[in-house]
């Protein structure tokens, strides 16, 4: 009974990792894309650059949040853009309803640490909010 309820315990770890990005705040249409990253604000550095627009008065949507990538790295991203997804996965709840953001990762993510990558996350989220709130988009 010992290696069947091993392997259920296993495969149930396997089946629910615990930072996955909700499919209810993932951005999967193109119009939310492209709302994110030219009506809203940018803020970056040399590993992260996050698009931010807050969504309007009354919007009570879940915020949503895409991840993207240069297509010249393309072949090296997987791993990158796993590890933001799961930073955002914590952040999301902190999102204002009908948030839209977009996180691009740049080739600097790939040699920084989880927490590194979340101190940057959280300062540029932090900056684009407030850009946003001053009315300026860059």
Excluded: W
């Amino acid at each position: 009974a010992a290696p069947s309820s091993l392997r259920g315990a296993a495969r149930v770890a396997f089946a629910s990792p615990p930072e996955v990005l909700g499919a209810a705040h993932r951005l999967a249409r193109g119009e939310d894309f492209t709302t994110a990253i030219r009506r809203g604000t940018r803020c970056g550095n040399r590993r992260l650059v996050v698009h931010y627009h807050a969504g309007g008065r009354g919007d009570d949507s879940p915020a949503l949040v895409g991840v993207v990538v240069p297509k010249k790295q393309v072949p090296l991203a997987t791993r990158r853009n796993r590890r933001v997804r799961a930073l955002m996965a914590q952040r999301v709840g902190s999102l204002e309803p009908g948030a839209r953001v977009v996180v691009r990762g740049l080739a600097g993510a790939d040699g920084a640490d989880s927490s590194t990558l979340g101190r940057d996350l959280d300062r540029l989220l932090s900056r684009c909010r407030e850009r946003q709130a001053e009315g300026r988009r860059r």
